[in-house]
């Protein structure tokens, strides 16, 4: 690894929990109505009632804090902002001790999540099974959680893509361009193929478990179209466009938001804690399929974002940038033949496009449909989306050429 790499655990100052339960005991609330308590209209007031009085006076940062840092975590510097900080688990001596392991960069990030989401995927990538293990990294991104923000605007999907390409060479993989492979869900998506577009010397396969693009195109892939035009939809693919257009009618209110005006709707998140917290709630009800969250969960979650280096509100530009970045939809969403792509679906994700529409992202290596989970994959189902990982590079897996190339390196 460079030499400017350094380890590093996370503290946040006593000041800052003392700040944070002042603003919740001054917390105020909206007026009760009796329709208060339907999801319908958002987050119930009864559930953030209940949630924030916790977090006030019985949740213990604390014990979380221990429990991530219990994960190896390094900062470096990165040239296209003041400090980029990961949160990374790297199994070297795992890896050059078998021959079949590889390195796989874990860019899961999803909506309202952070690195928090691969915690649970992280000791079963680096346990070998059906001859393939993984390193991880799991990068914080800039503007998440206790990396620093970008400062400068445009700081859209080419420079993401770039800045996890320079920090997978600062750790020591100059070879990168035979080593890696990376998976991603919502914004890991994004990231997944924007690094696959302007990297693919160095991004050998892609595995992703939320897909969107439009229908196939004649000129991009012609057969695929004409199947496309053929074949009538199966009743999951039914059932998934019902999924994706609920999700364009009733739950796409904060992407319009935090696309166009982040900086007012940050306001609201830089002063209150309740309103970070109803905002990401939401979400982690409305996306998954029914996941029992533990209070002490969703407040890890929300806490996180809460105590973010860059503060709370810097989230959202991504979706501003991504938005106002004219090519972004085209390269992310268009044919890609150079990288091998795997997909997982999951029908209560918030976008469940019909099977042949992902198949115009690129040469499929592996698909599969699961009969229950929703859009935080790697949290909600996590033994799933591995278990797909280590068929697609497994033995007989479709991208199990990679497997094999890596292997003599």
């Known amino acids: ?88 688990t790297l199994s070297t001596k795992r890896a050059r001790m078998r021959k079949a392991s590889r390195f796989f960069s874990a860019m899961a990030l999803a909506g309202p999540g952070s690195f928090l989401e691969v915690e649970k995927i992280l000791p079963l990538l680096t346990e070998k099974s059906n001859g393939v293990s993984f390193h991880v990294v799991a990068p914080s991104l800039p503007n998440y959680a206790f990396s620093d923000g970008a400062t400068k605007k445009g700081f859209g999907p080419h420079q993401y893509a770039e800045t996890l390409h320079k920090l997978m060479q600062k750790l020591g993989y100059n070879k990168y361009g035979q080593d890696i492979v990376t998976q991603g869900g919502d914004w890991g998506y994004m990231n997944t193929r924007r690094l696959g577009a302007d990297y693919p010397e160095s991004c050998v396969a892609s595995h992703v478990n939320m897909a969107f693009r439009g229908p196939p195109t004649f000129r991009e892939t012609p057969l695929t179209w004409l199947q496309h035009a053929l074949l009538p939809w199966s009743v999951d693919e039914k059932k998934g466009r019902a999924r994706s257009a609920w999700f364009r009618e009733e739950g796409y209110g904060y992407n319009a938001l935090q696309s166009t005006k982040p900086a007012t709707l940050g306001f609201a998140f830089a002063d209150s804690p309740v309103a970070v917290l109803a905002w990401i709630y939401e979400k982690l009800h409305d996306w998954t399929d029914a996941y029992p969250w533990t209070d002490d969960e969703v407040l890890t979650w929300v806490s996180v974002y809460v105590f973010s280096n860059a503060g709370p509100e810097a989230s959202a530009r991504i979706y501003y940038e ?11 969403t268009g044919y890609n033949g150079k990288v091998p792509l795997g997909v997982s679906q999951f029908p209560r994700d918030i ?49 199990y050429s990679v497997t094999k190339t890596l292997a003599k390196l």
């Open 351 to 399: 976008i469940v496009i019909p099977r042949l529409w992902y198949h115009g992202l690129g040469p499929i290596a592996f698909e599969k449909r699961h009969k229950d989970g929703g859009h935080f994959a790697a949290f909600e189902r996590p033994q799933e989306l591995v278990e797909d990982l280590r068929t697609m590079f497994g033995r007989n897996g479709g991208a």
């Open 1 to 88: 690894m460079g030499s400017d790499i350094k380890s590093y655990t996370v503290a946040v100052p006593d000041e800052v929990l003392a700040k944070l339960k002042s603003k919740l005991d001054a917390a105020d609330l909206p007026q009760r109505v009796d329709f208060e308590d339907d999801w319908k209209y958002g987050t119930p007031a009864a559930d953030v009632r209940r949630l924030a009085a916790y977090w006030r006076d019985g949740f213990d940062w604390r014990a979380q804090e221990k429990k991530i840092n219990q994960l190896p975590q390094f900062t470096t510097r990165s040239r296209l902002m003041a400090l980029a900080r990961l949160t990374s």
């Open 322 to 332: 991504t938005k106002h970045a004219p090519e972004s939809a085209a390269i992310t």
